[in-house]
């Protein structure tokens, strides 16, 4: 089993759950060109996705999505609220949309997947655990961290979590203050910080591999990112990265041992 990362962060999200045949995509926030691009880098075709799930209506995780289904037939997973926004905004998505439930497995595109609650400033956000050969979990675009998100995210051998800005520089960057509110807030973005303490308890709980994601580009720098993870996560032999904004980054996922500490 194996994640590709073709973008994470505000300009477009989109990445790749591999394992043998099986193809996922979670969000589709980039044009479907660089999708190709990206699925070709690794030997994959669109032909070959059995779907792509959605977390939410925002631009940078859906702005690929019309043109997956309307040369590909890609389905397309959601939970209602979510769902019915993408049928309000491209009608045509009606015959391949397949409604989800929140906190209950369902199968797709040959993996068993729970999609999960993360608050964040829409009516319906959610992320993402896959099981295959190993356990990868995603979850970004989250002002706070619920037990419904950690219980979620816990005992995953893979995470994608946000560590989105260094809130010293966003408390004195060039954002308007209504928007430093507004990512600040519990429904907002997840701090570097915050996102540390979160690698800290995965880690705790058996994670092996955690990988940060949707880093702002005005408010943050991969080394505030990083040097917070590591700091956090010192001791426990955690492998962790940043992904990349665009390109390729591919992390394995399987089960593992605990490392011994």
Known sequence: MQITVFASG??????L????????LIDAGISMRRIQSGLQQVGQ???NIGGVLITHEHSDHISGLKMLVKYYHTPVYAPRTVANRLRG???EIEEVLHVIPVGE??????FSVRAFHTPHDTDESVGYRVEATGVFALATDM??????VAAALRGADTVLIESNH???MLRYGPYPVYLKRRILSDHGHLSNENCARLARELADSGTRRIVLGHLSRENNKPELALAAARAALEGTGVWVDCAPVSGCMCVPVERMEPCSR
Do not use: K, R
Not at 143 to 148: A, F, I, L
């Open 10 to 15: 505000s300009s477009g999200n989109c990445l």
């Open 17 to 24: 759950v591999s394992a043998g045949a099986s193809n996922l």
């Open 45 to 47: 075709h669109l032909q």
């Open 89 to 91: 905004m491209l009608p």
């Open 105 to 110: 497995s369902f199968p797709a595109g040959g």
């Open 143 to 148: 002002g706070c961290v619920t037990e419904e």
């Open 166 to 168: 260094d809130e010293e």
